[in-house]
């Protein structure tokens, strides 16, 4: 091999490794947030903030939603990687009719779902809710949409079962 041949593949080799090292670029992964500012969801939005995640060469692009029902339908869509904040009984509601999703970690223990009132509401316990009251859940087939269900069968209740999104829009004091 010529001096000039030698010098040209030399440089071409050179200039491949230089190319493919700096040309890694951070893994990519897509969450879908069920109800973002959540406690379920707060750690995807810190870690983001503090750079936890870049430090470790992943960007993290998040999606957020109304809540268990939405999530699971962008997962089952193959639009994020993982959701995060489903509800275990939505979740396990959704396995059951067999929705393509598998439970890969849990984020919480127990049932981290809480109905209010107003301060002065005559409402002092979820069985006073009647007819003419409203109980909210976030979406269609999410883990407070089920409780919602169970309250109205197991308790009799007569009100009404509204699907509100997220807390922002159920809490209009």
């Given at each position: ?10 440089f ?14 951070a ?5 879908a ?15 983001v903030?503090?750079g ?14 109304q809540g ?21 009984l ?8 067999g ?9 919480a ?9 107003k ?5 002092k ?23 919602v ?14 699907a509100?999104?997220?807390p ?6």
């Open positions: 091999m010529t001096r000039v041949r030698w010098t040209i593949v030399t071409a080799v050179l200039s491949a490794g230089v190319v493919a090292g700096g040309a890694f670029a893994d990519k992964m897509k969450l947030l069920g109800q973002c500012g959540n406690w379920d969801s707060s750690p995807v939005e810190l870690g903030r503090i936890a995640y870049a430090k470790y060469g992943i960007e993290v692009e998040a999606l957020c939603t268990t029902g939405e999530t699971q339908q962008a997962v089952i869509a193959g639009s994020p990687d993982i959701g995060i904040g489903v509800g275990t939505g979740a396990l509601g959704a396995f059951a009719k929705a393509p999703i598998r439970i890969v970690s849990g984020s223990t127990g049932n981290a779902d809480f109905w209010i009132v301060a002065d509401s005559p409402l316990s979820i069985k006073d809710a009647t007819g003419a009251n409203t109980i909210a859940y976030s979406s269609n087939g999410s883990s407070t949409h089920s409780v269900l169970g309250f109205i069968r197991e308790l009799g209740l007569q009100a009404t079962p509204i509100t999104g997220g922002a829009a159920a809490i209009t004091l």
